[in-house]
């Protein structure tokens, strides 16, 4: 899971995306399905990015029934060190929606040490990157890569036609086979996986549907590949971790001399734009996670004093921030909200069930929640900003659509590493001990004051260096 603001967040990482025309309005047209082993086909030099090779990998649409002549064509990224003593480190990227192969440079560079030990490989999972990318124009134009803003019943409904029946075959089991080939066609009987954010559900779920192949997994802005309670894409552990989050903030000296959750209570029950002040605080972090730097977002940071300010009466900063803030607009190839409704609506267990339920029974399932749900799931936010966020919203006009069962195998038996700052409000920490029950031979490494995605964004060096010493040491 990852909040919106593409743009800031490549740039906060210092990733360059590689260059090329934005991709068509749907995947890739059918292609003649493979006979043989899968290999990687076309390889040349990455635009821009010495040292790494680019290719393609041919995948059947549906893994389930891999001799259909549907085929999708994945653009690969590989570092030329194949030598690399540790072997082969996947890396997978997050969203769902975000390409790989264009961060691939950028993620070596902020990880020098496992860059030499290993061989980076990393790949734009299908409906995403500049080849591949599934383009809705009015879903990106609306959220673009939020997951909190709710879209417009119109802009779910183009962006179903768009894909029409190949909004089936965009979920992370289909991903999981992708990547297994990927594996074959590199020649490789195991690999170290990676995830961040999204990237750790798929990750998790590979190496839990094929743990044989996995040495070890990283897990970085943990989202737990099970959801026993069901109750995820009502996101409510986000929702009552601001109240723990903007506190803590408030702890740092100077102290605040006021409780920012009982503010922020107060703001989700007086005014009506509760979801968006939560999409916004979750956009927040990637630019501040400290919550209080006023110098942040040109000038216009500190959302806590802001917060604050609304409520006694002076709305003016908070508004600002809101605009400053506001979804919408980005270019499919860097984020695909296409592929994120058509993997979050296949994947994801909500209050009416699953996709497979039909569309006409949701609406009474989701009132029966929100009218139900207790205070103390919600707070410092209601139970109509839970059902109102963009997972819910988006999920209930998607047509029926088949789901993806969560793998038939939850433990994750390899050594893990989950790693997790204690300011993510994308993947609340929360979130990270959940998955940690299922990693018997897991370590959680907290790091204090980070907000979400520790391998790319930490400002200081305690998660990554937990990395070197868990994959080298």
């Known amino acids: 899971m990852r909040s919106r603001f593409t743009a800031v967040f490549a740039l906060t990482l210092a990733l360059a995306a590689s260059g090329g025309t934005t991709a068509a309005a749907a995947p890739q047209s059918p292609h003649t399905a493979p006979t043989s082993a899968p290999r990687l086909a076309d390889p040349h030099p990455c635009a821009g990015k010495p040292g790494f090779t680019c290719s393609f990998l041919t995948v059947p649409l549906d893994h389930r ?30 969203g769902p929606g975000q390409p790989g192969v264009p961060f691939i440079d950028g993620i070596s560079k902020r990880m020098p040490e496992l860059a030499k030990s290993h061989r980076f490989v990393m790949i734009d999972q299908r409906g995403t990157g500049e080849s591949g990318a599934i383009d809705c124009p009015r879903l990106q134009a609306e959220v673009d890569g939020s997951d909190i803003e709710p879209p417009t019943p119109a802009a779910v409904g183009e962006c179903a036609g768009v894909l029409g029946d190949r909004r089936h075959y965009f ?10 080939l990927l594996r074959r066609a590199l020649g490789i009987r195991k690999w170290t996986v990676d995830g961040v954010s999204y990237g750790t559900m798929t990750g998790a779920t590979y190496t839990a549907s094929h743990p044989q192949n996995v040495t070890r997994l990283v897990l970085d802005s943990v989202l737990p590949h099970v959801d026993p309670q069901h109750d995820d894409m009502l996101y409510l552990t986000g929702l009552r971790a601001t109240a723990r989050v903007l506190r803590d903030a408030c702890r740092a000296a100077p102290a605040c001399a006021f409780d920012p959750a009982e503010d922020l209570a107060w703001l989700a029950r007086t005014r009506k734009d509760a979801v968006r002040i939560w999409d916004m605080l979750v956009t927040y972090e990637f630019l501040d996670p400290t919550y209080r730097d006023a110098s942040a977002v040109g000038g216009l940071g500190d959302v806590v004093t802001a917060i604050h300010d609304a409520r006694h009466g002076n709305p003016g900063h908070l508004d600002r921030l809101l605009q400053a803030l506001d979804s919408g607009g980005g270019d499919p190839a860097e984020y695909s909200s296409g592929l994120h409704i058509a993997t979050i609506c296949g994947d994801g267990q909500f209050p009416w069930g699953t996709s497979e339920t039909s569309p006409a029974r949701r609406r009474a399932a989701l009132d029966r929640t929100r009218k139900h749900l207790p205070a103390r799931a919600t707070w410092p936010f209601t139970s109509e900003t839970a ?35 204690d300011h993510d409000l994308s993947t609340p920490l929360e979130w990270a001990r959940e998955a940690l029950r299922y990693a018997p031979r897991g370590e959680l490494v907290v790091v204090k004051g980070a907000a979400h995605s520790i391998q790319n964004r930490e400002r200081g060096t305690q998660g990554r260096e937990a990395v070197v010493r868990f994959l080298n040491g």
């Open 387 to 421: 059902v109102g966020n963009g997972f819910i919203q988006e999920c209930l006009h998607w047509p029926w659509a088949r789901h993806t069962a969560e793998p038939r195998r939850t433990r994750l038996p390899v050594p893990v590493l989950l790693l997790n700052g």
């Open 65 to 94: 029934h891999p001799g259909r002549k549907d085929t999708l064509r994945l653009q690969v990224a590989i570092a030329d060190n194949a030598g690399a003593p540790n072997g082969v480190l996947l890396f997978l990227t997050g």
């Open 171 to 180: 979920t992370t089991e289909q991903t999981v086979g992708d990547l297994d």
